[in-house]
């Protein structure tokens, strides 16, 4: 994968992760309306960012789920104290890594590691991480490689 085409994924999972953020302070009624409006309002043209939009809609789509695997392994933290940032973060890497076969989970999990780098603060770092790589040692698929 060329740098410009994996800074632009990175871009996207930004994006991905402010939608996600802004989500759980405000859900808009209409999922696909607030979509569009906030990646209207992104640097980029739109189309850009159809990456991000896929992921939006994946993870919210998939929430309950993925929340429940936030809880099994974020032990000894309550759901609702878990910052909304590394929530996001977490949300849409472990999205990727149960529901994206294209993506392989160590990406995702780097990804999210980079992300909490950028967004976050290094304790946010080593929890994400933490419960990500507990996670991956859970996972049915192989950790290097997509599955087409």
Do not use: C, H
């Amino acid at each position: 994968m060329s740098q410009s085409k994996k800074s632009q994924r990175r871009e996207n999972r930004l994006a991905t992760v402010q939608f996600l953020y802004s989500y759980e302070f405000n859900p808009p009624e209409v999922l696909a309306d607030g979509i569009a409006t906030f990646f209207s309002n992104q640097e980029q043209p739109r189309e850009y960012y159809q990456f991000a939009e896929e992921l939006v809609f994946g993870v919210i789509e998939e929430l309950s789920t993925i929340d429940e695997e936030i809880q099994k392994y974020a032990t000894n933290w309550k759901f609702d104290r878990i910052a909304k940032v590394d929530l996001s973060i977490l949300r849409l890497a472990i999205y990727e890594m149960l529901f994206r076969m294209d993506i392989p989970p160590i990406v995702s999990i780097d990804e999210g590691i980079e992300l909490s780098k950028i967004l976050s603060n290094l304790d946010s770092k080593r929890f994400i991480n933490g419960i990500l790589d507990k996670m991956k040692g859970n996972l049915n698929r192989p950790l290097r490689q997509a599955i087409d």
